[in-house]
């Protein structure tokens, strides 16, 4: 058995061009261009690669980018000062603060700043809250997450009714895609650093997400046969025969997997492209609700 690929480059590309034929729809009416701010403080490489993909990701389908970029040493007063006139800008529909922000800032209270409907990112308390509570709508939900279960549906996977597992529990992934899943009526187990048997828990279940953040920890013999398995991992192994020194893998031994599971995402190629394109969506669901509020 050869599990079937589940393609998270070609599922963003359509999710992408559908955002920019409704922020083209949107304009033609005479409505503000979506617009995305990012805000992105000190000088840490990964984090100027992020802002950057996502800025050009914007600017390829028709949403304004406003950047703001404060050195290291910004007062976090200064930091929330800026949130502030953001929430207040017409122009912002939706307002991202690039994590991790330097050391002795206290994430919480920058993230509480953003408004919860410029809260594209859905790290806002509120929107967290409001997802795990049944009846209760949140604004936005995180990207990633919401690129999991995106990427679930397209491949076909039957969730309501399913034993879902999720080996990870971050406020990023972890969390948020397993209350997701339990909004889409699957019975959710979570895993982490505790949990007894690992290996056999994983083995019942028929949808499993991987956002532990160890390169090929998840073995293929620990996977149901038929299931499908959400790679959110990208991590460095070290591999002496490639010119880094290392390769690139998810938290799934892939060539394993492949060989057990019903469908499964690649790495890169799988959850990666979907974040950004859901963050795009978002932006546009957020200007979308201004221009109609």
């Known amino acids: 058995m050869t599990a079937k690929l589940i393609d998270g480059t070609a599922l ?48 390829e389908v028709g949403i304004e980018s406003i950047h703001h970029e404060l050195p290291a040493d910004t007062p976090q007063e200064k930091i929330i000062e800026l949130v502030r006139d953001l929430n207040a800008d017409e122009r912002v ?55 999991c279960i995106e990427l679930l549906k397209h491949a076909g996977a039957k969730l309501e009714g399913a034993n879902a597992v999720v080996v990870g529990r971050s406020n990023i ?4 895609v397993s209350l997701l899943l339990v909004r889409e009526n699957a019975t959710v187990t979570i895993c982490h650093s505790r949990t007894q048997d690992l290996p056999d828990v994983c083995r019942r279940a028929d949808v499993l997400i991987a956002a532990i953040g160890r390169g090929e920890m998840i073995r293929g013999d620990w996977i149901k046969p038929g299931a499908y398995v959400i790679d959110v991992g990208i991590d460095h192994v070290e591999d002496p025969t490639k010119k880094k020194g290392y390769r690139l893998t998810g938290d ?3 060539d394993e997997a492949l060989e057990v599971a019903g469908a ?26 201004a221009s109609t509020g």
């Open 173 to 176: 992934v972890g969390m948020p």
């Open 12 to 59: 963003a590309a359509e999710i992408r061009a559908d955002v920019a034929r409704q922020v083209e729809a949107l304009v033609a009416k005479g409505m503000h261009k979506p617009g995305l701010a990012t805000v992105l403080v000190g000088d840490d490489p990964a984090s100027h690669r992020y802002v950057r993909s996502k800025r050009k990701a914007c600017e």
């Open 93 to 147: 529909h939706g307002i991202l603060v690039q994590l991790p922000l330097p050391s002795g800032n206290d994430e919480e209270a920058v993230l509480t700043t953003v408004s919860v409907d410029k809260d594209v990112d859905g790290f806002h308390p509120v929107n967290l809250g409001r997802l795990a509570q049944k009846g209760r709508e949140p604004s936005f939900v995180p990207c990633t997450p919401a690129g």
């Open 252 to 254: 799934v031994a892939f």
């Open 264 to 289: 499964i995402t690649p790495v890169p190629g799988g959850v990666g492209p979907m974040t950004i394109a859901m963050l795009l969506k978002s932006t546009l669901n957020a200007a979308q609700r």
